[in-house]
């Protein structure tokens, strides 16, 4: 197969793939609390709708308003073009950019997201301001988290880090590995709203994410939520590929190989679901102004990864 | 492997110094310090095995009798005794407390390294000077009493990695936590106002 069909493969995968979680997500929490639960499609039939309803655009809107999630629903496309997906060798567009780079699409999307949404009325701007101070205390923790890697894998490419951390099993129970695991996790459950913080939903206390889209309505509600879906995957498969379970990744481009790939990557995925619906069901939600402690957490493990690296010399051979 | 694994016990006794920091409820705090023994003693029995010492796996049973369950029963029963302490510390100051100890860790890494380049006793050096913040930034003396407990653990975790401590010597440090354990009960018996504030252990 061609490098750039495993381009578009990836990205269809995201695309395709992304709402399934979320249902598959809400319905094993339904079961878990004894109830039905909506179908793991209802996802799908959700953006379907908002696709067919009518557009209104507020008369306040500045001018980004309708091209951010345009704009955030394409660096969500570009993004599966420049990570490991299923795919685990570097496809054409893939050395343009580094972690950093990747980090700087997840920015700028969230940059046109907020800018357009600051001003516009109450609730989203509270998502907004909400959004940025939040954000600033997560982005030190991503950071320590790539100079972790780095320094373990002496590279900051995610596919290298794969192939590092595939090939050298002593490394992964290394304490700095193990923590550097648990303080993205935690990051991961910040940025994908779970419940610790719970940043999705309606509630006016706690809403982040939803916040900033109160006024969008009909194609460009749809672009945002389906955004938001493929933005949580896209976290999801880079958590798993490349820090907590770097095996199962397709390394040729034979059909076969990639459709395996695909196979293991949403297994790999329902696991972490278990796990999030886990951390769902036993945890309760913190108040707003806890989620610095949360996010302090967070940094603290990755930081200490950094020092346990020094302490012990390097990870262990 | 059985080095990776003893590293990871330790960075999980960092851990626990950590969440005696960030605690701001006195029972939680306590069976952390529990926690944060027994941990201690694992790493003991793994050396005393490795190394075959018998009077380490000695301190290990020693350790998990007095730290992980005596001492934080006793205190556990003060807590109970004065209902205010259930509750918590006045005033917690997460993020700002746990990135004081995060500097001090770095601080106490690299003083340690330019002062004994070859020995390996990072850790335990950090767990002392995080013990000596827990009790400089708690008010309460429960607390602070569970600060102190983190140092004796740092002392006997630097006797097991830097060099061999004689048994008495580790048995010596036992004898003073209980000593002060005693002393701070037996306060609280004497009077009933809640005893154990700051004031009773300041000169």
Known sequence: ?317 | MIEAIVQFIGVLILLTAFEILAQSYIRPMINTVAIQSILLAVIMVITGILENRLDFIILAVLTIAVRGIAIPEVLKKDVKKHGIWVYREVGTRVPSLVIVGLILSIVGYVIYRAAFSVMQGDLPFILFLLGFLVIIAKKNALAQMVGYIVEENALLYAGITISHMPLILEAGIFLDLLALVLAGVILAAEKDYGVLELEELVG
Not at chain 1, 107 to 134: E, H, K, N, P, Q
């Open chain 1, 1 to 317: 197969m061609n490098l750039q069909v495993v381009n578009v493969v990836q990205v269809l995968v995201v695309m395709a793939f992304s709402p399934l979680m979320v249902g598959i997500l809400k319905k094993i929490e339904a079961r878990i609390e004894s109830r039905k639960g909506i179908s793991v499609f209802q996802p799908y039939y959700d953006i379907a709708k908002f696709f067919r309803k009518e557009l209104i655009i507020p008369k306040n809107a500045n001018a980004f308003f309708v091209i951010a999630p345009i704009v955030s629903f394409s660096c969500y496309i570009i993004l599966p073009m420049v990570l490991p997906i299923v795919y685990g060798n570097p496809c054409p567009y893939a050395p343009m950019v580094d972690f950093l780079g990747g980090a700087f699409i997840f920015a700028l999307a969230s940059f046109v997201s907020t800018i357009a949404t600051a001003d516009l009325s109450y609730y989203t701007s509270i998502g907004a301001s909400r959004a940025v101070t939040f954000g600033s205390f997560a982005e030190p923790t991503l950071i320590m988290v790539f100079f972790g890697v780095a320094l373990i894998t002496k590279t900051n490419n995610p596919f290298i880090t794969n192939h590092v951390l595939a090939k050298n099993v002593h490394w992964i129970i290394s304490p700095t590995h193990l923590l550097i695991v648990a303080a993205f996790f935690m990051l991961l459950l910040f940025d994908t709203g779970k419940i610790p913080v719970e940043s999705e939903g309606l509630m006016e206390f706690g809403m982040i994410d939803e916040g900033k889209m109160m006024e969008y309505s009909s194609t460009l509600y749809a672009l945002s939520k389906w955004g938001s879906y493929m933005k949580s995957f896209i976290l999801m498969s880079v958590f798993l590929n490349v820090f907590a379970f770097p095996w199962g990744v397709a390394m040729d481009t034979s059909v076969k190989s990639i459709i395996f790939g695909t196979v293991t990557l949403l297994l790999k995925m329902l696991c972490l679901i278990l796990c999030f619906a886990f951390v769902e069901e036993t945890f309760a939600k913190l108040r707003l102004f806890k989620l610095i402690d949360y996010l302090t957490i967070s940094f603290l493990l990755a930081i200490l990864s950094i020092v346990s690296f020094f302490i012990f010399g390097g990870v262990p051979a």
